[in-house]
């Protein structure tokens, strides 16, 4: 029998796969799947293919059962919730905007079930992402781009450690996702054509302001004034948790013409519209950072930056600023710079590191 790995089956095509490639490769494959937001109806789940319910739960079941792998369900509520939701609700109330899914990979799919993997004697666990790694000359562990663009997940991955990449498998990252279809077709898996996990699983209305209203045990933002860049109040706005940099629809307010977020105040409770044009940044700064690829970063480095997932990305000069910050200085200036989005740095095909935007 080959080494153990633990394959993280949220019940979905990419994952399932995972798990049959790993064991064509000779790995002792054991499938787990994380309860971690389980408490919405079946039909919702349903609806929005989410990825942590417990229709998630049967489908990867019986994936497993085709597959003849063993199948655990491990509770990871408690953490979720520390790590990810509560994390997400304290961002938007303090003005930021979050990648909840980022969190969620560190601490949970990683943190969380690498230490339970090892105490049952796995040496590795796995995933269905779309990336790869690779242990550079430098003997660091790097996360490095899919053959896939429009797939690739690797900026959701910039804030593993190097002793979760060690000990850390992506077998499709060398496949597109046409493919990883066809491969589940023909091994005759349920969830062949099952539809792909909506962005944030435990929000399936994507309604982020009423979820925080009903979830968070932090005071709510009230509602307060639409400003100018120079405090010239032009109306009033719902609370901030409803806002994000950039956001020209939605805004509930009409100047003749378009207008766009482009600074949330949360000390003042503000909101600072402008012109398209006042989007538009040469800097920025971001803080807890981890780095991957690189070590470290001495004196001024040339990387490509992502500052969302959806960013085909910047060429930017990066300088280390503080202990913990660095400034990037971007070539061109790029669009809705958003606090609380994930800053991630790339060296070639490879993540260098990142950091979240002051």
């Given at each position: 029998?080959?080494?153990?790995?633990?394959?993280?089956?949220?019940?979905?095509?990419?994952?399932?796969?995972a798990?049959?490639?790993?064991?064509?490769?000779?790995?002792d494959?054991?499938?787990?799947?994380?309860?971690i937001?389980?408490?919405?109806?079946?039909?919702?789940?349903?609806?929005?293919?989410?990825?942590?319910?417990?229709?998630a739960?049967?489908?990867?079941?019986?994936?497993?059962?085709?597959?003849?792998?063993?199948?655990?369900?491990m509770?990871?509520k408690?953490?979720?919730?520390e790590?990810?939701?509560?994390?997400f609700m304290?961002?938007?109330?303090?003005?930021?905007?979050?990648?909840?899914?980022?969190?969620?990979?560190?601490?949970?799919k990683?943190?969380?079930?690498?230490?339970?993997?090892?105490?049952?004697?796995?040496?590795?666990?796995?995933?269905?992402h779309?990336?790869?790694?690779?242990?550079?000359?430098?003997?660091?562990?790097?996360v490095?781009?899919?053959?896939?663009?429009?797939?690739?997940?690797t900026?959701?991955?910039?804030?593993?450690?190097?002793?979760?990449?060690?000990?850390?498998?992506?077998?499709?990252?060398?496949?597109?996702?046409?493919?990883?279809?066809?491969?589940?077709?023909?091994?005759?898996?349920s969830?062949?054509?099952k539809?792909?996990?909506q962005?944030?699983?435990?929000?399936p209305?994507?309604?982020?302001?009423?979820?925080?209203?009903?979830?968070?045990?932090?005071q709510?933002?009230?509602?307060?004034?639409?400003?100018?860049k120079?405090?010239?109040?032009?109306?009033?706005?719902?609370?901030?948790?409803?806002?994000?940099?950039?956001q020209?629809?939605g805004?509930g307010?009409?100047?003749?013409?378009?207008?766009?977020?482009?600074?949330?105040?949360?000390?003042?409770?503000?909101?600072?519209l402008?012109?398209?044009?006042?989007?538009?940044?040469e800097?920025l700064?971001?803080?807890?950072?981890n780095?991957?690829a690189l070590?470290?970063i001495?004196?001024e480095?040339e990387?490509?930056?992502?500052?969302?997932?959806?960013?085909?990305?910047?060429?930017?000069?990066?300088?280390?600023?503080?202990?913990?910050?660095?400034?990037?200085?971007?070539?061109?200036p790029?669009?809705?710079?958003?606090?609380?989005?994930a800053?991630?740095?790339?060296?070639?095909?490879?993540?260098?590191?990142?950091?979240i935007?002051?």
């Amino acid at each position: 029998m080959g080494k153990k790995v633990v394959v993280g089956m949220s019940g979905g095509v990419d994952s399932s796969v995972a798990a049959y490639l790993l064991k064509e490769q000779g790995y002792d494959v054991i499938g787990v799947t994380m309860q971690i937001w389980q408490d919405e109806d079946t039909a919702v789940q349903e609806e929005n293919g989410g990825c942590c319910g417990l229709s998630a739960v049967e489908d990867a079941r019986r994936v497993a059962r085709k597959l003849n792998i063993p199948h655990y369900v491990m509770n990871f509520k408690r953490v979720f919730r520390e790590k990810v939701i509560d994390y997400f609700m304290k961002e938007y109330v303090d003005g930021k905007t979050p990648n909840p899914c980022i969190a969620c990979n560190r601490f949970v799919k990683w943190e969380a079930l690498l230490h339970r993997s090892l105490q049952i004697g796995a040496e590795y666990i796995a995933t269905g992402h779309y990336a790869n790694i690779e242990q550079l000359q430098n003997g660091r562990y790097a996360v490095k781009t899919s053959v896939t663009a429009e797939k690739d997940q690797t900026y959701a991955l910039y804030n593993l450690t190097q002793e979760q990449l060690a000990h850390t498998l992506m077998p499709i990252g060398a496949y597109r996702k046409e493919e990883i279809r066809t491969i589940a077709e023909q091994i005759g898996l349920s969830v062949a054509h099952k539809r792909d996990s909506q962005e944030i699983c435990f929000i399936p209305d994507h309604d982020y302001a009423a979820f925080i209203d009903r979830e968070s045990k932090e005071q709510i933002p009230p509602p307060g004034n639409f400003v100018l860049k120079d405090g010239t109040i032009v109306g009033e706005h719902k609370g901030i948790t409803h806002y994000t940099v950039g956001q020209r629809k939605g805004l509930g307010i009409a100047l003749g013409h378009p207008v766009f977020v482009t600074e949330i105040r949360p000390k003042t409770n503000e909101v600072v519209l402008g012109e398209d044009r006042d989007v538009y940044t040469e800097e920025l700064f971001a803080d807890r950072l981890n780095f991957m690829a690189l070590e470290e970063i001495r004196g001024e480095v040339e990387l490509l930056a992502k500052i969302r997932y959806s960013d085909a990305g910047s060429l930017c000069r990066v300088t280390r600023t503080g202990e913990d910050e660095i400034h990037c200085r971007f070539f061109k200036p790029v669009r809705a710079v958003t606090p609380g989005q994930a800053l991630v740095l790339y060296d070639g095909a490879y993540v260098a590191g990142g950091g979240i935007i002051r």
